[in-house]
């Protein structure tokens, strides 16, 4: 079996958020264990005129191929109603986007690795740095951390309060 790796997931949901958001969570939980999770933020649709979406980062340690966990994602965004018959930039119940599979760079399996979002949208980045605030960026080598508190788009978030298995893991307080 191969070594596990720090893999980083997107979640993002505008559709009955709360509802796919913890359904991503506890299928995240069931396939890797222990998840570490960010914050969750209430954003501004980017790219199309739609309601706000709820969006997070969480990573996992899996030994899982970058295959597998494409397949499975995409598997998950299916099962919870995410269609793939609609416009690129639309509302919807689901997304998940592997950021970053340990150090990997490049194409692997049909996935951008690391994520060009990274370093483009603030939902992305934000609670990327909050959970990994001292990892470098594969490509670029600066910290998460560090290319947060450079980054200036006017992409607005807000934290947000969420409960998942009953605890608090994110808070509008920030």
Avoid at 6 to 26: F, K, P, W
Avoid at 81 to 87: A, S
Avoid at 111 to 117: C, D, T
Wanted: charge should be negative; charged fraction near 20%.
């Amino acid at each position: 079996m191969a070594a596990a790796v720090r893999v980083y997931i997107s979640i993002g949901s505008n559709v009955d958020r709360e509802r796919y958001v913890t359904a991503a969570l506890d299928a995240l939980s069931a396939w890797f264990g222990e998840l570490i999770i960010s914050p969750v933020y209430d954003s501004e649709a980017v790219g199309f005129d739609g309601s706000p979406f709820l969006n997070l980062v969480v990573g996992v340690d899996t030994a899982l191929p970058v295959a597998e966990l494409s397949q499975r994602f995409k598997q998950l965004e299916a099962d919870n109603g995410r269609r793939r018959d609609v416009p690129k930039f639309s509302a919807r119940t689901l997304d998940l986007d592997i950021l970053t599979y340990g150090d990997a760079v490049g194409q692997i399996d049909g996935v951008e690795l690391p994520r060009g979002e990274i370093l483009k949208n603030a939902f992305v980045l934000r609670p990327l740095a909050d959970i990994a605030p001292e990892e470098t960026h594969p490509v670029c080598g600066q910290s998460y951390g560090q290319l947060w508190r450079e980054y200036s788009t006017g992409q607005r978030l807000w934290p947000v309060d969420f409960n998942w298995q009953g605890r608090q893991i994110s808070s509008a307080a920030g």
